[in-house]
């Protein structure tokens, strides 16, 4: 059932309108658990599109295991991923930057504070983003340390490749999970992918951890699919590979591997001569979970993250 979160009408004569799909049991006692699916904040970032459609069309296949609220939210930034955008058009703004909003604010902060409004009740989030246009990343769920102890135990069940848990220091207040963890509601931000696409393999693997969760928290009694339990980092365990000189990068080395101290990780070539600007070589072992997928680089441009303190197999 479409629901409108918050509808406000636009300079141009339009209008901006927020919606949630809601799927719920046919008959409701009251007492039902609710999780809310959240995507679209960032108009760049497509893999949550395909997340949302597939969660509707498999609970749609079989309504009657459905035990619980499921609300799904697969535009919070609708102008934005009309073009493509990351940030709010016009404005120049990123969305995640503006939580938990203000109801007498301007238009983006109302749009806002009528987000986490509706989602307060909900018992667990899951905020679902892609990367950039740069860099692909595995499927991954980040989670601020300061809500660890509490986010974890539903982390650990999304059938997601790892879990790096950031440091308060870089965590945004602003940002709709903080917010909503502040506020007493569990949410979880997922990152995979990159920016402008959308990889079904890596949707339907959330998929099927969202209905692992599900069946855990009692909102589905239906078939589920086993998952795999990530790997858990912390920022001590993540190496960050930058460039030392422009150019244009030449990855050595797959997405989603496991390399050596001192492994070929790829290297920055000059088109014009010929010849090797730098030789990108790992610092430690690890598995990559972050590598550069657009080749133009500058100096200090992000190359690849290595999560590091785990054995090749142990993924």
Known sequence: MLEKVISLELPVGEK?????NRLQPQTLTGREGRI???????????EGQYVCYELIRRLNEQPEHL??????????????????????????????????????GNLMERVAAAVVDSIIGSDVCVDVHASDTFVREIPQVRVSEDFAQKLLPFAKLLNMDMVWMNATATVHEATLAHSLNVLG????????????????????????????????MGLWDGEVKEIHYPV???????????????GV????IAHNHYVQAGGLIGRIVEPKTGTVRQEIRAGRDGLIFTLREYPMVYKGALLARILTEIKKGEQ
């Open 185 to 216: 509601v569990p949410a979880l931000v997922v990152e995979m992918g990159l920016g402008n696409r959308i990889n079904s393999t890596y949707g339907n693997q959330l998929v099927d951890g969202i209905f692992y969760l599900m069946k855990e």
């Open 249 to 252: 990068f030449l990855p050595n």
């Open 232 to 246: 858990i980092s912390t920022d001590g365990e993540v190496e960050f590979i930058r460039a030392e000189e422009a």
């Open 16 to 20: 901006l309108v927020i919606e949630r």
């Open 67 to 104: 035990k619980g609220i499921v609300d799904i939210y697969p535009a919070l930034n609708p102008l934005a991923i009309d073009i493509l955008n990351r940030a709010i058009p016009k404005m120049d703004m990123d969305m995640n930057r503006i939580f938990p909003g203000d109801a007498k």
């Open 36 to 46: 809310s699916v959240v995507t679209g904040i960032h108009g760049d970032e497509l």
